[in-house]
C-alpha cells in the first residue's frame, strides 16, 4: 500500500512540475522590432504588461490616408513620407495550448485580440493630398516566430478612420501585415 502511495504521489508530482514549467516557458517578454510592411518602415517596441497581455508603441514613415465619407484611400510617396505613431493592447489567448502541442512561443508567438489606435501625420502639407487622420480598429491578430529572430505579424478586423482637418470619417477593413 505505501508503495502505491509513494508512486501514485511521484507520478501525481511529476505531472504537477510538468504543468509549472509549461506555464512559465509561455509568459511573454518585451521586445523590440523594426517594422516593415503595408504601412511603411518602422520601430515597434511591443511592451509586456502581464503573461497575456503586450502593448505595441510604434512610431515609422511610410503613406498618408485621404478620407472623406465613405471613402479611405492609402497614398504613398517615397520621397514625402507621412509619419505614423500607434498604440496596439493585444490580448494573447492560446499561448499554453500551443506550448503543450509542442508548437513555439518564441518572440511572443500566439493568437490575439487587438485594439489599435493610430495617428497620422500628412505626407505633404502644400498639396492636400493627405491630410492629419486617426485610424482605431479591433482586430484578430496572429504573431509568429521565424527562426529565432524573426517575427510575422498579421491581424485583419474592422476600423473606423478619422479625418481630422475635415472632420470626415468612414468604416474600412482593418488588415496588415508586418515582418
Known amino acids: 500500500m505505501k508503495k502505491l502511495f509513494v508512486l501514485t504521489f ?17 509568459k511573454l517578454s518585451s521586445l523590440a522590432k523594426v517594422d516593415f510592411g503595408l504601412q511603411g518602415i518602422g520601430f515597434t517596441y511591443e511592451l509586456k504588461l502581464s503573461n497575456k497581455v503586450t502593448i505595441d508603441l510604434s512610431a515609422g514613415a511610410g503613406g498618408g490616408y485621404d478620407i472623406a465619407e465613405g471613402y479611405l ?14 498604440f496596439t493592447p493585444k490580448y494573447f489567448y492560446n499561448r499554453n495550448s500551443r506550448k503543450l502541442q509542442g508548437q513555439t512561443t518564441l518572440l511572443n508567438s500566439g493568437n490575439y485580440i487587438g485594439l489599435r489606435l ?62
Request: glycine share 8%.
Open 118 to 179: 493610430k495617428y497620422v501625420t500628412p505626407n505633404d502639407r502644400q498639396t492636400d493630398l493627405t491630410r492629419n487622420s486617426i485610424l482605431t480598429n479591433i482586430h484578430w491578430g496572429i504573431q509568429r516566430a521565424i527562426g529565432n529572430n524573426w517575427i510575422l505579424n498579421f491581424h485583419s478586423g474592422i476600423g473606423y478612420a478619422q479625418d481630422i482637418d475635415y472632420n470626415f470619417g468612414t468604416l474600412y477593413p482593418a488588415i496588415d501585415i508586418k515582418f
Open 73 to 86: 484611400n492609402y497614398k504613398a510617396e517615397l520621397r514625402k513620407p507621412a509619419f505614423y505613431f500607434s
Open 10 to 26: 511521484l507520478i501525481g508530482f511529476k505531472h504537477l512540475s510538468f504543468g509549472q514549467t509549461a506555464s512559465s516557458d509561455t
